[in-house]
Nanobody, 119 residues
């Protein structure tokens, strides 16, 4: 059984910073991609940033230059450093992993962590 455990959400003022962490555990054989999505009420979940096997990244235009995604392969953990946060970044952030585990290839989601950017 694969688990994704997120941490690091909370309340921050505009212009502030937060760092999200997502640790994957279980019988993981290899990662295809791992990253973060976010969702606000009434809207579809959208990609924020992800790292693809091999090290390339996809980053949403709306966070380009403000958010940085990194991965510690030894810890199976992905980080999202978020700087210059704006009120429009307020959302529930979900960790996502496309990987191959003991039962084969699948997509996994974390439980979600709320980020609120407000003064």
């Amino acid at each position: 059984q694969v688990r994704l455990v997120e941490s690091g959400g909370g309340l921050v003022q505009p212009g502030g910073s937060l760092r999200l962490s997502c640790a994957a555990s279980g019988r993981i054989i290899t990662f295809r991609a791992m990253g973060w999505y976010r969702q606000t009420p009434g809207k579809q979940r959208e990609l924020v940033a992800r790292i693809i096997s091999g090290g390339s990244t996809n980053v949403a235009d709306s966070v380009q230059g403000r958010f940085t995604i990194t991965k510690d392969n030894a810890k199976n953990t992905v980080y999202l450093q978020m700087n210059s946060l704006r009120p429009e970044d307020t959302a529930v952030y979900y960790c996502n992993a496309d990987l191959v585990a003991g039962k084969g290839a699948a997509t996994y989601w974390g439980q979600g962590t709320q980020i609120t950017v407000s003064s």
